[in-house]
């Protein structure tokens, strides 16, 4: 699997938008940015995932750029809830292959 | 909203000790998944299950592991002999046919004491 590179902290104020970079300088062109998050302790959720093209839904939007080299996830009005570990994984365009998760971003919402 | 369910949420066990993670994937999904997280550390792939079969392991996953989908609803993973080492988070996904984004369970966490 292509690996990926994220900050390992952040710190974003509530209301504002919170924007998660991630770089996937090896990423194939068959395979697809998926974007989780964790919190505390809880199951990973999944958020959105792309290709190419700019991907938005009710959580979040998804910004690839042109060479898919890095990616940036984006929470639009960050809450208190928002708190979590975000993972930026990159996987085969095979829906049902494993996940492989790294350390992520621990994003912090500060009130 | 579908949610994967998993039972018990928190299950002491002494070493030695077989212990068997009970979950229920989100009906109509077709692929299933065990993960672990020892605390602190990163989520860690166990098993990937399909079409009543193993589809694909970790090296985590040794003879002691085993996985089972008794009655096409319960989705169970079984734990020979329990070590210290297996204390965790154990989560449980399903991923539908032609989806993409795995649903996952709130977890059980297991303390083999």
């Known amino acids: 699997d292509a690996k990926t590179t994220q900050p390992p902290s952040m710190d974003c104020a509530e209301g504002r938008a919170a924007n998660l970079p991630c770089n996937h300088s090896t990423i194939s062109g068959n395979e697809y940015v998926y974007w989780y998050r964790q919190i505390h302790s809880q199951g990973p959720q999944y958020i959105i995932h792309g290709l190419k093209n700019n991907e938005t839904n009710e959580m979040a939007s998804l910004i690839i750029t042109e060479d898919r080299k890095s990616s940036t996830l984006i929470l639009p009005h960050a809450t208190l809830r928002d708190t979590a570990v975000y993972y930026c994984?990159?996987?085969?365009?095979?829906?049902?292959?494993?996940?492989?998760f790294g350390k992520g971003t621990r994003l912090h919402i500060l009130p | 909203e579908p949610e994967v369910t998993q039972t018990p949420s928190h299950q002491v066990t002494q070493m030695g000790q077989e212990v068997i993670l009970r979950c229920v994937p989100i009906s109509n999904h077709l692929y299933f998944y065990w993960y672990r997280q020892i605390l602190g550390q990163k989520v860690e792939f166990l098993v990937s299950f399909y079409n009543n079969e193993i589809s694909e392991k970790s090296e985590i996953f040794d003879d002691q592991f085993s996985v089972e989908r008794p009655d096409g609803s319960n989705f169970t993973l079984k734990i020979r002999s329990t070590k210290l080492e297996d204390s965790a988070m154990y989560f449980c996904?399903?991923?539908?046919?032609?989806?993409?984004?795995?649903?996952f369970g709130s977890g059980t966490r297991l303390t083999v004491v």
């Open positions: 994984i990159v996987r085969p365009s095979g829906g049902d292959d494993k996940i492989i």
């Open positions: 996904a399903s991923l539908g046919q032609g989806g993409y984004g795995y649903t």
